[in-house]
């Protein structure tokens, strides 16, 4: 099946610690995003990258790191440097074609305990 | 400007009625416009788009209407079911923006049986 996978789907971590959610996509697009989603906010983007080993910030990088090795990878590291890090991430991935259609995987729900 | 604003934030409709959400943008270089769909802990997914040639398109019972000079366009669903209880986001992008996409802040329908 092609798609985009985010994993885990729930996590826990303590404050001041550093995490990474993970996104993998079988799609062969080129292009991959992060979002946050917060209740009653929208769709706020973090970093995107439209090509390997190149990435740019989104609305909202501060306290979060990405990198692009990969096609099919785009990790976000959520840093203790982001002050209110409890959310619903979301990636997605377009490639060329689809009309800038985004495809979002199935979501991390990151809580800071 | 790059934001879309989205009205109105929730909706109640009842079932077999019409759910009508609108949207407006001031940038008149965004030729890309996707509503997605977003069930409770899910990723969102494309439910229908339109490029500005076209004033409506319809997609069994969602429809996109598309009025360039005002700068607004609305979602229409007909006969709302039940299963149509979902949180609807309006989007834009522009094609020389690589599929970067801006988002609505969403709009949390509920149809009642």
């Known amino acids: 099946d092609g798609g985009i996978t985010q994993s885990p789907k729930y996590l826990f971590r303590k404050e001041g610690q550093n995490v990474t959610l993970s996104c993998e996509q079988n799609l062969n697009h080129d292009a991959m995003y992060w979002y946050r989603q917060d209740p009653g906010q929208g769709l706020r983007l973090i970093y995107y990258s439209q090509i390997v080993n190149d990435f740019q910030k989104g609305d909202i990088a501060e306290g979060y790191s990405v990198s692009r090795e990969k096609k099919e990878s785009f990790p976000l590291t959520v840093t203790s440097a982001q002050k209110n890090p409890t959310a619903f991430y979301l990636c997605?991935?377009?490639?060329?074609?689809?009309?800038?259609?985004?495809?979002f995987g199935p979501g991390t729900r990151l809580t800071v305990l | 400007q790059q934001q879309v604003k989205q009205s109105p934030q929730s909706l109640i409709v009842q079932k077999g009625g019409i759910s009508i959400i609108n949207c407006a943008y001031e940038?008149?270089?965004?030729?890309?416009f996707p509503w997605y769909q977003q069930f409770p802990g899910k990723g969102p997914a494309l439910l229908i788009a339109?490029?500005?040639?076209?004033s409506e398109k319809k997609e069994g019972r969602f429809t996109i209407s598309f009025n360039k000079s005002a700068k607004q366009f609305s979602l229409h669903i007909m006969d709302s079911q039940p299963g149509d209880s979902a949180t609807y986001f309006c989007?834009?992008?522009?094609?020389?923006?690589?599929?970067?996409?801006?988002f609505g802040q969403g709009t949390e329908l509920s149809v009642k049986p």
């Open positions: 997605a991935s377009n490639g060329q074609g689809t009309m800038n259609t985004q495809y």
């Open positions: 339109i490029r500005p040639d076209v």
């Open positions: 989007a834009a992008s522009r094609d020389n923006q690589g599929g970067k996409l801006i």
């Open positions: 940038n008149t270089a965004f030729d890309y």
